[in-house]
């Protein structure tokens, strides 16, 4: 799996680093990762894998682009309002780094796709909008044995968490919010609104986990939990313990 010229220089940054390397440049181009929602984290994440030479991104997303997404979702351009976001996001993909194969998935994630989504990718990025999705991707990744980096983002506060349950050590979601809230009470981005770059700075983490993931370099943050507060510019970064009641996996 040697690299081309052209991939050479492409990636020269990354083949500089010594834990990265040639070595680990294939890896990147030999990983697999699904981006689930197009949006304001999938929209760093994915540009940042296409960068990085991520060999196949799959987008999973069944909307279209809105003028009101432009505002943090900058995998897209004004004159993309209207298209399909799996489209439009995988255009853009495409003009960054033609080098990397993109899917695009113009579905809803649901209990009866996921299985046969998750199968032909290595890793799962969770950048929806919604506790019911969040829950549907913990529990197809975990059935899936593949990694999940979760990525959240309200109003100026970010969160993001590494899963691998199917480790027996790891927590899952579900080890730390139990059950999704009843609908309806949770509210959403579009009611609280969020700041845009807040979006931005943990679509960027989320991707940095998963280029760590793939590469094996440095510390993850499966049984972590990191929190981004904005209004005071503060990480922190609590324990998450594997629950031994857990629904998912006992224990
Ligand atoms: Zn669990």
Do not use: W
């Amino acid at each position: 799996m040697s690299l081309s010229d052209d991939e050479l220089e492409r990636y020269a940054r990354h083949l500089v680093l010594r834990e990265v390397g040639g070595p680990g440049q294939a890896r990147i181009r030999a990983a697999r990762v699904l981006v689930i929602g197009a949006g304001g984290l999938g929209s760093p994440v994915a540009l940042y894998l296409a960068a990085a030479g991520v060999g196949t991104i799959g987008l999973v997303d069944d909307d279209r682009v809105s003028l009101s997404n432009l505002q943090r979702q900058i995998l897209f351009r004004t004159a993309d309002v209207g298209r399909r976001k799996v489209e439009a996001g995988a255009a853009a993909l495409a003009a960054l780094n033609p080098g990397v194969t993109v899917a695009a998935h113009p579905v809803r994630l649901t209990a009866a796709n996921a299985a046969a989504l998750f199968g032909g990718y290595d890793i799962i990025a969770d950048g929806s909008d919604n506790f019911e999705t969040r829950f549907l991707v913990n529990d197809a990744a975990y059935a899936a044995r593949k990694i999940l980096v979760s990525a959240a983002v309200t109003e100026f506060e970010g969160q993001l968490a590494t899963y691998k349950a199917h480790d027996g050590i790891s927590p899952c979601y579900r080890c730390l919010f139990a059950a999704p809230p009843p609908p309806g009470t949770a509210p959403s981005c579009s009611e609280t609104g969020v700041l845009g770059a807040v979006a931005g700075v943990m679509g960027s983490l989320q991707a940095l986990e998963i280029l760590k993931e793939i590469t094996g370099i440095g510390t993850g943050l499966a049984g972590r939990l990191l929190i981004y507060e904005a209004l005071t510019a503060r990480f922190r970064t609590i324990a998450v313990p594997r629950d031994p009641g857990c629904k998912l996996h006992h224990p």
